[in-house]
């Protein structure tokens, strides 16, 4: 039967999470009386998650789990949740219960009154280092301002979506994926609820300052050519001073004497000045090169080792129906879930 509610949480190393999480989810989404199942996406994790994954399926059938053959990521585990999950309302929560599950029960109501997306709000961060706090609020200021959809600010992955917005998610085939600038780009009603974000329950932040690099870089890639676009202010810029220097610097020269702005260490540190500022560019370039190249490729977005619990359903073959009814010329991304096993 199609469970009414999907909750697709990744796993990444999430041991000492995931017990809590299943009970805390339970004691909420029994609340709503209706059928709902919890999709637990394994990203390659190498600690007992995967097993703990397993026994909590055995137990609960409304318990799925889809088993990535490596790590993938984040937002690619989200992918995949999404990919395999059925209801009619999909959420996407972290493992760490940083987002509380009870603020889903405030989402379901918005839905039910009416609303596609309801995205979550940070009101307050708990427990996490002033640093993380200081660049997640810089982040979201930044793309905020460069990009061209309207991201809200400060909300996480953590949302309620309607499944006619999954299901356009689902047909989105692009690789380096910022989720939550790709549900704001899709439309439909979208509303926010307000929560305070609580410290991990356990385990460390799977983000690494060289991850949430990259996934600034992805986020604005996808949705900006600001950076593209500031190359053409400083060339305007340098090539004004250019054409100033000599009249003014011969001035100077005649005013202070010869000395002014003398000798080859001038020379060098503008070489050196002006070269960085070049190979500044030429490192944003390579980013959009970068992710060109990674959608010409048209590898398969995961590679799924296991996944049980889906049998009914087959959501490799719709998603092969759907992605294929984008661009019938494309190649299915999806044989690698041919795979999948029987329980
Ligand atoms: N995660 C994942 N793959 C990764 C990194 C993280 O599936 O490569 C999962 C992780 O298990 C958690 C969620 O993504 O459920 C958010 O990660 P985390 O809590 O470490 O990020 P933070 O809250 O610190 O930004
Ligand atoms: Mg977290």
């Known amino acids: 039967m199609k469970p009414r509610y999907s909750i697709v949480a990744p796993i990444y190393n999430e041991e000492g999470n995931i017990h809590d999480l299943y009970e805390r989810i339970c004691k909420v989404m029994d609340t709503t009386g209706d059928a709902w199942e919890l999709v637990l996406v394994n990203d390659g994790s190498r600690d007992r998650s995967p097993q703990l994954m397993e026994e909590l399926a055995v137990k609960d059938p409304r318990v799925k789990t889809v088993h990535f053959a490596r790590n993938f990521g984040h937002q690619t585990a989200v992918t995949a949740g999404i990919d395999y999950a059925q209801g009619a309302a999909v959420v996407l929560i972290d493992a760490d219960l940083q987002d509380p599950p009870e603020v889903i029960l405030e989402m379901i109501e918005r839905w039910k009154a009416g ?9 307050a961060r708990k427990g996490e280092s002033w640093f993380k706090i200081y660049t997640a609020k810089l982040f979201y200021r930044i793309v905020y301002r460069i990009t061209d959809v309207q991201i809200p600010l400060d909300t996480g992955d953590f949302r309620l979506m309607d499944e006619k917005v999954a299901d356009v998610l689902r047909r989105m085939p692009e690789h380096n994926r910022f989720i939550r600038g790709m549900t704001s780009w899709i439309g439909f009603r979208q509303t926010g609820v307000f929560y305070v974000r609580e410290a991990r329950h356990w385990g460390e932040t799977k983000y690494p300052l060289r991850k949430m690099v990259r996934f600034a870089l992805d986020a604005i890639t996808s ?121």
């Open 115 to 123: 609303y596609h997306v309801v995205y979550a709000v940070r009101e």
């Open 223 to 343: 949705f900006s050519y600001f950076p593209l676009q500031i190359m053409l202010s400083f060339s305007l810029l340098l090539g004004t001073l250019a054409v100033l220097a000599v009249p003014i610097i011969s001035l100077l020269r005649l005013i202070v004497g010869p000395e002014f702005l003398g000798g080859q260490v001038t020379t060098i540190a503008l070489l050196l000045l002006l070269s960085s500022f070049q190979l500044f560019f030429l490192f944003i370039m390579g980013q959009y090169v970068a992710r060109i190249y990674d959608e010409v490729r048209r590898r398969p977005l995961y590679v799924v080792a296991r996944a049980t619990g889906f049998e009914a359903h087959d959501p490799a073959r719709r998603l092969a129906q759907q992605r294929a009814d984008l661009s019938p010329e494309a190649r299915a991304p999806e044989q690698s879930l041919e795979e999948n096993s029987n329980g």
